[in-house]
């Protein structure tokens, strides 16, 4: 019967991990992340969970003549906050798999 409480405890073990990644992916969300382009011209706001939350767009870029550099700064910002997003799900998920070898998991 001794496996049985070791079998008790890896449980609870796992129920304090999974509330420690569910709080850690609540925090991710509350997490703001900034991408530039154009030397801060154009500037993208993420939240962890990788919403769009503010687009901002200097003036001085602003060129009828020339939309589609202005589309492309959009674009390039987005993906640099994205991309600084994922990042920052890797560094905070990534404690938690630390050592397992679980494919598909962050």
């Known amino acids: 019967m001794r496996g049985m409480g070791n079998m008790q405890n890896m449980m609870k073990q796992m129920q304090k ?9 609540e925090e991710l969300g509350e997490k703001k992340i900034e991408g530039t382009a154009g030397g801060g011209m154009v500037t993208v706001i993420v939240t962890g969970h990788k919403e769009i939350v503010e687009v901002t767009i200097k003036e001085e870029v602003v060129d009828p003549e020339d939309v589609e550099m202005l589309q492309d700064l959009v674009l390039a910002a987005t993906n ?10 890797n560094s905070t998920m990534g ?5 397992m070898n679980l494919p598909g998991m962050f």
Do not use: H, N, P
């Open 80 to 89: 640099d906050a994205l991309k600084k997003a994922d990042e920052l799900a």
């Open 17 to 25: 991990m999974q509330k420690k990644m569910a709080e850690a992916q």
């Open 95 to 99: 404690q938690f798999t630390k050592g």
